[in-house]
């Protein structure tokens, strides 16, 4: 297995899961972006998280705000990585790219509790 940093696994998982996608920016960190997104990201078409890398190329101009919450959804996405890696890695590694997050729902009974625990706590968080 390779080894990748937390941030590469969080990146890794969260792009799989859809989770870096504009779905991602619902809820609280959507309403502390919608400025900087409005600013930065309006000609930007949502979906394969493009929003969250176009705000991420924008880092040093976005809100206190926005780079808080940012933050925090980085901080959520390291937690899931590192609590869904090993039932990716089982249950969607033939995945296509793109599809991890579709894959884990079909296998949602089979993941171990850490795995589902983080991803309820992410999509509560968000």
Known sequence: MT???YAARA???????GLLSTAAFAGKAEQ???PDI???C???PQGGGKIAQCLRSHQQQLSPNCQQAMTAAAALMKEVAQA??????QYCAGAAPGSARDCLKTNFLKLSFGCKKELFEAKRAM
Not at 11 to 17: C, Y
Not at 84 to 89: P, Q, S
Request: proline share 0%; with cysteine; charged share 10%.
């Open 38 to 40: 409005q600013a930065y």
């Open 32 to 34: 502390a972006c919608a």
């Open 11 to 17: 990146m890794l998982v969260a792009g799989s899961l």
């Open 3 to 5: 080894t990748l940093s």
């Open 42 to 44: 309006a000609g930007i």
């Open 84 to 89: 869904c890696e090993d039932d990716i890695h």
